[in-house]
């Protein structure tokens, strides 16, 4: 099985959830709608494009939350935007 096709365990969505609180309450709303959708089965890819995300400053991360800016750099790799696209969906 791929590593993008393995899940994350209860524990290690829990620490992940953690990880993502932020100090924006916009970004905390996403992030949130995010877990509700997908926290249930969370790949290992998928958390890791997350992680890569929560390195970000809140005000980074927020510009690409509202599609301000897009990924670029390092940052600008398929599990950064299988995520983000994921976030930026308004259910």
Same mark, same amino acid.
């Given at each position: 099985? $791929?590593?993008?096709?393995?899940?994350? #365990?209860? +524990?290690?969505?829990?620490?992940?959830?953690?990880?993502?609180?932020?100090?924006?309450?916009?970004?905390?709303? /996403?992030?949130?709608?995010? /877990? =509700?959708?997908?926290?249930? +089965?969370?790949?290992? $890819?998928?958390?890791?494009?997350? $992680?890569?995300?929560?390195?970000?400053? #809140? =005000?980074?991360?927020? #510009?690409?939350?509202?599609? +301000?800016?897009?990924?670029?750099?390092?940052?600008?790799?398929?599990?950064?935007?299988?995520?983000?696209?994921?976030? +930026?969906?308004?259910?």
């Amino acid at each position: 099985m $791929a590593d993008s096709e393995t899940w994350l #365990d209860e +524990r290690e969505t829990s620490v992940l959830r953690w990880r993502c609180r932020r100090g924006l309450v916009e970004n905390d709303l /996403f992030i949130e709608r995010f /877990f =509700n959708t997908h926290g249930a +089965r969370l790949s290992h $890819a998928q958390a890791r494009g997350l $992680a890569q995300l929560m390195d970000l400053s #809140d =005000n980074d991360l927020l #510009d690409l939350l509202l599609v +301000r800016s897009e990924p670029s750099g390092d940052l600008d790799t398929e599990e950064v935007r299988t995520v983000l696209a994921q976030m +930026r969906i308004r259910t």
